[in-house]
């Protein structure tokens, strides 16, 4: 028995009244979104979303960037259920622990790059960069080089949104807005080749931008600076993949100066890349990696910090009690949810189907879109890409803000039943590690659909 339209349409309507006098959505602008109405998604299965009309979406951003496993799995409201009859809440601070939260740190380390076998547990991203910021700052306190303090980031960058997480990040809209970033944060340039490179090849552009972090740490003082933290590509900022001399050279940088690495793995942690941390993929050796996202698949809410034996060992050792924390670090029903979760990446070869199958397969579809003459560039690894749409393919001149082509793509889709996000004028995907053959064939047709509307639109202006 299906709902009339009607019945539907009044049930949207009242949902978005009281949306528009009640909730205050992040990263929103509120009066915009009161005047267009909210698109109230209902429910959801494998990589597809319903909304209250009865639409249905291919979801092309995995929610947000989170939900690897697909909607719908039932292990995992079964997993979750079954934690909370038994214990669905209890702390991890004064001298107590829990078996869904000691399995989980124990699967993460053997999952983890081998020299990192601790784990401190959040509740979200933005968490795990501030429990990254006090630890590496704890860390060398207890090393007595109380001064190295410095945080170097990336412009651009995103890292969450507390207080530290939008300090951290580079995000200039974000640090307009509550007088960020706090001090002891600085940024250097992000390694956007098509979007910066004026006129250097992809190899020389990504030395460059790789040697700024030698230039900041000698202009601050090595004895200054605590660490750098970076996304392995970034996410929000729109997809930016370093060029291939990006991480080697950031990796000679490293390993010349006595200073922590972050690697922000929210996003790539969990299979995006076709390993399961970025780190593995890019051959890094980070001494923390954030986590959270693909953790649980988004089913609950949970993150934390992988910690590298030469910081655990302090902080375990030598700090004393360390005066950090949250209530639900360790949630025993996040925990759960994060086992099942793993469980099923590792029961359905997810991460290998990524590496083998799914990415050479999806990438090689989104290189169609190239030919298109919006299209200055698709670029991606793993099941994360970004298309680039400019005025000029030669130049790569950009379309005027004001002309908000991103945003009609992104309607466009949306109208040819797919969720594709846009970054200004870059579209970006970052679909369940789930995705089949045909799905992205669909996806891919649905863009193209989508790109036609988007000509059509700026040849006509
Ligand atoms: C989403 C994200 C965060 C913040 O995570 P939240 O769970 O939203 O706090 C941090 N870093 C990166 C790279 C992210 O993509």
Redesign the pocket.
């Known amino acids: 028995m299906s709902t009339s339209l009607l019945t539907q349409q009044q049930q949207l309507a009242d949902l978005q009244a009281a949306d528009k006098q009640h909730f205050i959505h992040p990263f929103t602008d509120s009066k915009g979104l009161a005047e267009k109405g909210t698109r109230v998604i209902e429910r959801a299965q494998g990589v597809y979303l319903w909304d209250v009309m009865g639409h249905k979406l291919l979801d092309a951003m995995a929610g947000l960037?989170c939900v690897n496993v697909g909607y719908g799995r039932q292990s995992i409201v079964d997993a979750v259920a079954k934690q909370m009859q038994q214990l669905p809440f209890y702390n991890s601070f004064f001298q107590c622990s829990h078996p869904p939260a000691i399995e989980l740190a124990q699967k993460i380390a053997s999952l983890a790059p081998q020299h990192m076998n601790n784990v401190f547990f959040t509740g979200?991203?933005?968490?795990s960069?501030d429990t990254n910021l006090r630890m590496v700052r704890r860390y060398w306190d207890l090393k007595g080089k109380p001064n190295k303090k410095t945080i170097i980031s990336r412009v651009n960058a995103?890292?969450?949104?507390t207080v530290a997480?939008a300090s951290l990040g580079g995000m200039s809209g974000m640090h307009e807005q509550g007088d960020l970033p706090i001090p002891g944060i600085v940024h250097i340039a992000q390694p956007y080749w098509y979007a910066e490179s004026k006129g250097l090849s992809p190899d020389a552009f990504g030395l460059q931008a790789a040697q700024a972090l030698e230039a900041k740490i000698l202009e601050l003082g090595e004895d200054n600076v605590a660490a750098f933290i970076a996304?392995p590509f970034q996410?929000?900022g729109g997809v930016i993949i370093p060029p291939s001399t990006y991480w080697p050279e950031i990796k000679r940088i490293l390993a010349k100066y006595d200073i922590l690495f972050i690697l922000?793995e929210?996003?790539s942690g969990f299979g995006r890349t076709g390993k399961w941390f970025a780190a593995q993929y890019f051959d890094l050796q980070p001494d923390l990696i954030?986590i959270?996202?693909g953790m649980t698949s988004g089913y609950v809410p949970m993150?934390g910090v992988i910690v590298s034996d030469k910081v655990a060992n302090v902080i375990k050792q030598e700090c004393g009690e360390f005066t950090h924390g949250f209530t639900y670090s360790g949630h025993p029903v996040a925990a759960a949810a994060a086992l099942e979760n793993i469980r099923i990446i590792e029961q359905e070869k997810l991460v290998e189907r990524v590496a083998t199958d799914t990415s050479p397969y999806l990438q090689s579809a989104l290189q169609q879109l190239a030919e298109h003459p919006l299209v200055g560039e698709v670029r991606g690894i793993g099941l994360v890409a970004a298309i680039e749409l400019v005025k000029d393919k030669a130049t790569h001149q950009r379309f005027d803000s004001n002309m908000a082509v991103g945003m009609f793509c992104r309607d466009a889709c949306i109208h040819h039943g797919l969720v594709m996000r846009s970054v200004g004028d870059t579209m970006i995907i970052s679909p369940p590690l789930t995705i089949s053959h045909a799905e992205i064939d669909a996806l891919v047709a649905m863009a193209t659909q989508a790109l036609n509307d988007t000509y059509q639109y700026v040849q006509a202006k």
């Open positions: 960037w979200s991203g933005s968490e960069n995103y890292h969450g949104s997480g996304e996410g929000a922000d929210v996003i954030s959270a996202k993150g």
